[in-house]
C-alpha cells in the first residue's frame, strides 16, 4: 500500500471536521500521488460495503480507470465518507486510531 496509515488518518480527522478543516483537506489531498489518491478512494468502498478488503487491489485499478473528476470532489461529494474510509481502513487492519491520537 502506497498511502501511510498516518495519511488516512489525517484524512479521516479532516474529513470529520469539513467545516473548519475543507480547505486544509483539498490540499492535503490534492498533494497525495495518483496511486496513494486511488487507495483512498480504494479504502472509501471497502469502508462502504462495494468491495471486500481482499478485493484491495481490483478497487485501485477501478479507481484509477473510473476517475473522472478530483479525488477529492469525489469523496466529499459523498454522505459520511470519513466514515466510510475509516471503516475501510480498520477491515483492512490498519491502526489509524493511534494516528489520530498523534495528530490531536
Known sequence: MEISTRAVAQVVLMGH???RAEG???GFVDR??????AELVALFWIGRGSFEPEDF????????A???VPTIDYLTGSP???DHIEAGAEAMGLDIAGEEEDLL
Not at 497525495?32 to 489518491?37: H, I, W
Not at 487491489?57 to 484509477?64: G, I, L, N, Y
Open 24 to 26: 486544509e483537506l483539498r
Open 66 to 68: 473510473e476517475a473522472t
Open 32 to 37: 497525495l500521488g495518483e496511486d496513494e489518491q
Open 57 to 64: 487491489d481490483e478497487a485501485v485499478a477501478t479507481a484509477k
Open 17 to 19: 471536521e469539513m467545516e
Open 80 to 82: 459520511h465518507f470519513a
